[in-house]
């Protein structure tokens, strides 16, 4: 295991040793599982690092925040995504059969979408988002 066991005082802390701070993080797993300590590509880079804490620091629920990050990741799982990863789907919208599904076109383009943002509490208003 990558984790160094510590004994101080008879309590025993566990120490991460890819990370400055010890502190173990799915990301940081993940990335050591790849083989590559390095996380410049991750979405928490320091690129887009200041984006990432805007974006999770918007007072509303952890599912809304939870969507925006995937969706801003291209990993929904819409039409165009199932078909990328061998899932046997059309490519055309449920909604309305017009264009291909993807992030943008299911959230904000498709008309039947519209029509939900438009009934909801926010009222269309993309500004908000």
């Not at 599982?33 to 991750?42: E, K, M, R, V, Y």
């Not at 799982?77 to 909604?95: E, S, T």
């Not at 309305?96 to 438009?118: I, K, V, Y």
Request: glycine residues 6%; hydrophobic residues 40%.
């Amino acid at each position: 295991m990558f984790f160094l066991t510590l004994s101080v005082a008879h309590k025993e802390l566990s120490h991460w040793k890819f990370t400055s701070d010890g502190n173990f993080s799915v990301m940081h797993g993940y990335f050591q599982a790849l083989g590559n300590d390095s996380t410049q590509n991750a979405s928490s880079s320091s690129v887009n690092g200041d984006l990432w804490r805007k974006l999770w620091k918007i007072p509303t629920a952890p599912k809304c925040l939870n969507l925006a990050w995937r969706a801003c990741q291209n990993i929904l799982p819409n039409r165009v995504n199932l078909k990328r990863r061998g899932v046997d789907v059309d490519f055309f919208c449920p909604r309305c059969g017009q264009e291909s599904e993807t992030e943008l076109h299911a959230l904000l383009l498709c008309e039947e979408s519209n029509m939900a943002w438009f009934a909801s509490p926010l009222e269309g208003r993309m500004d908000v988002l």
